[in-house]
Structures are given as C-alpha cells and as structure tokens.
Nanobody, 119 residues
Framework: QAQLVESGGGLVQAGGSLRLSCSAS????????MGWFRQAPGQEREFVAG??????RTYYQDSVKGRFFISRDTKTVFLQMNALKPEDSAVYYC??????????????WGQGTQVTVSS
C-alpha cells in the first residue's frame, strides 16, 4: 500500500465548505476501499466516512450525514464538507479501510490536513 497524502484543509467560518483530497503520488487507488478519519485535540481518532473500491457503497458517521460526502476516482478520494461546524475542527486523515461498513483502517497514518472551523 502506497503512502497516502491528504490536502485541502484550512480555516473556514461556520456554515462554510471545504473539499479534502487524498492521493498516493498518482498511483491507482481504484482497487482499495478508502476512508476518512479525524482527530481533534485531546480526543481519539474517529471514523468520518468510507467508500468502497468501486464507489457503490458509502458509510458515514452519524454526526456528518447529510453534510459530508465522500467520492472518488481511480487516483483520488475526496471528502466534500458542507455546513461546517466548530466541532468539525480536527486533523483529517485518509486510510485504506476494511470491514462491513468500511470503517476499520489498516495502514499507517499520513500527516493529515488541518480543518479549523471558526464560530
């Protein structure tokens, strides 16, 4: 499994949007189930969203349903984040995932990308 690199984070006001990207130096991710996770200061890393290798199945943490949308092409996995809230502030990571609801990571973590939502 190639090392993943996240990008697209930043500072945004509450109610705003950001789109995160995850890639592996242009390598093909099309055979892997992928997921997004986040970790806020002092908290454990948590699952946010997962997508199957062909894009047919998606899963979300309850708190982001209807606001966040995971998508992909063969080389990049995206997380569109809308209606952002201050509690969404965290470092966001992507990873290869497995399990019936695609929320179990199974590779090392990258640097992540910081998302900060101001109130």
């Amino acid at each position: 499994q190639a090392q993943l690199v996240e990008s697209g984070g930043g500072l945004v006001q509450a109610g705003g949007s950001l789109r995160l990207s995850c890639s592996a130096s242009g390598l093909n991710l099309g055979t892997w189930n992928m997921g997004w996770f986040r970790q806020a200061p002092g908290q454990e890393r948590e699952f946010v969203a997962g997508i199957s290798y062909e894009g047919a199945r998606t899963y979300y943490q309850d708190s982001v349903k209807g606001r966040f949308f995971i998508s992909r092409d063969t080389k990049t996995v995206f997380l569109q984040m809308n209606a952002l809230k201050p509690e969404d502030s965290a470092v966001y990571y992507c990873n290869y995932v497995w399990g019936p609801t695609l929320r179990t990571p199974h590779s090392s973590w990258g640097q992540g990308t910081q998302v900060t939502v101001s109130s």
